[in-house]
């Protein structure tokens, strides 16, 4: 049974920066891809970042130039620098796997304080 956990969330005020960490049981190679997803009070949960088995990386528009995805191979962690964060950055943010099927954690909290 693959499982992500993720950590690193909490209470910021805007200006500020959180690292969050996603750590898998398994390889992160065994994927296609990894990706963060965010979700807001009342809204759908949306795609931040994606890092691809061969290291392509994209971002949401309203991410980029603030948040940085990375990943560390021998740990099978993989992270997400926000900086210069923006109170509608708050929301739980998932962080995901999978190739035909996907794997989810079970989300860390971030507010961002105005």
């Known amino acids: 049974q693959v499982q992500l956990v993720e950590s690193g969330g909490g209470l910021v005020q805007a200006g500020g920066s959180l690292r969050l960490s996603c750590a898998i049981s398994?390889?992160?190679?065994?994927?296609?891809?990894m990706r963060w997803h965010r979700q807001a009070p009342g809204k759908q949960r949306e795609l931040v970042a994606t890092?691809?088995?061969?290291?392509?990386?994209n971002y949401a528009d309203s991410v980029k130039g603030r948040f940085t995805i990375s990943r560390d191979n021998a740990r099978n962690t993989v992270y997400l620098q926000m900086n210069s964060l923006k109170p509608e950055d708050t929301g739980v943010y998932y962080c995901?796997?999978?190739?035909?099927?996907?794997?989810w954690g079970q989300g860390t909290q971030v507010t961002v304080s105005a």
């Open positions: 995901n796997a999978g190739n035909s099927y996907q794997y």
């Open positions: 398994t390889s992160i190679f065994s994927f296609n891809a």
């Open positions: 890092i691809t088995r061969e290291g392509i990386i």
